[in-house]
């Protein structure tokens, strides 16, 4: 590509959300900004925003016009795929856009809350891949009483059929009579592990949802709905990964 073609980088940086024009110019004057692993500093630079790999601040700014990145509140008794041959409520029945998605992991139909979608398969690949350890939070409903080592237990690990699992954080989050809600945060995603992981250490699970998935969180968004991830929230994943 010859310095007379691509868009400047400014331009591209402000049509990605990061700020005003001004404002992107002052972080490339800053020695923020990188392209293809290079920091940059002068205001002219020009780059194709569909093959640069830019960062501001060491995350990753996606800059690719069909990208699309979604939070989806999953509902209990949907499955989570974006069909059902089986003829039941899936994803695609709350999703709003035209592209076609990937769901980036999976909640079991019971289970309700934060799933993401993505038409980035990289990323897609790496957030559910064991190897990078994005770790996932989740609400539990629980019947008490709980031991006061309960938490040192799980974090310590136990034995499953499938093998070791334990929890990275745990916490009492709310109770009500015996009614216990717990928060749990692991990072990895073998088939129903959470469930499995509390029933064995005698606590079986009523209720569970995720409330959130590497930097990303669940908030205030309501059951069936969806919407758009933040400039941020996409770096964010970006570095959870190494993109």
Known sequence: ????????????????????????????????????????????????????????????????????????????????????????????????????LFHVGRLDTDTEGLILLTNDGELSHRLTHPSYGVTKTYLAEIHGPIPRDLGKRLRAGVTLDDGPAKADRFRVFDQVGKRVLVEIALHEGRKHIVRRLLKEVGFPVQQLARTEFGPVKLGSLRPGTMRALTVREIGELYKAVGL
Do not use: W
């Open 1 to 100: 590509m010859s310095d007379r073609e691509g868009v400047r980088l400014q331009k591209v940086l402000a049509e990605a959300g990061i700020g005003s024009r001004r404002h992107c110019e002052e972080l490339i004057g800053e020695g923020r900004v990188t392209v293809n692993g290079k920091k940059v500093f002068r205001f002219g630079e020009r780059v194709d925003p569909e093959r640069a790999i830019i960062h501001v601040d060491g995350k990753r700014v996606e800059t690719r016009a069909e990208m699309r990145y979604y939070a989806i509140n999953k509902p209990r008794g949907v499955v989570s795929t974006m069909s059902d041959e089986r003829g039941r409520k899936s994803l695609a029945d709350y999703v709003e856009v035209p592209e076609r």
